[in-house]
């Protein structure tokens, strides 16, 4: 079992920058490939970003290509989302996930944590 808690959320303005965290307990965190995907209201789970354990493979979502970027310490079992140049599209519950196998951009991770609000104001 993994258990994710994210924190970092918040109201910023357009053109802002917020660094959401991902702190992972239970199993070795580092065995796993970290996820971030976000969720607007009446709209469906979409993939942000997900990187291995090693950061050998980080893949981006064409929407936040350039302006965000996954990161992790595996010492410190924690997975950062560092979003820049925010936009009023991206304010959505951002949710980080874990899963064994490799990235995926689809939701078919085994782990999620509860989310955290990210609101861009224009």
């Known amino acids: 079992q993994v258990q994710l808690v994210e924190s970092g959320g918040g109201l910023v303005q357009a053109g802002g920058s917020l660094r959401l965290s991902c702190a992972a307990s239970?199993?070795?965190?580092?065995?796993?490939?970290m996820g971030w995907f976000r969720q607007a209201p009446g709209k469906e789970r979409e993939f942000v970003a997900a990187?291995?354990?090693?950061?050998?493979?980080?893949y981006y979502a064409d929407s936040v290509k350039g302006r965000f970027t996954i990161s992790r310490d595996n010492t410190k079992n924690t997975v950062w989302l560092q979003m820049n140049s925010l936009k009023p599209e991206d304010t959505a519950v951002y949710y980080c996930?874990?899963?064994?196998?490799?990235?995926?951009?689809?939701?078919?991770?085994?782990?999620w944590g509860q989310g955290t609000q990210v609101t861009v104001s224009s």
């Open positions: 239970g199993h070795t965190f580092s065995s796993y490939t």
């Open positions: 990187a291995t354990w090693g950061l050998e493979i980080k």
């Open positions: 996930a874990a899963r064994y196998q490799g990235v995926s951009p689809t939701t078919s991770y085994d782990y």
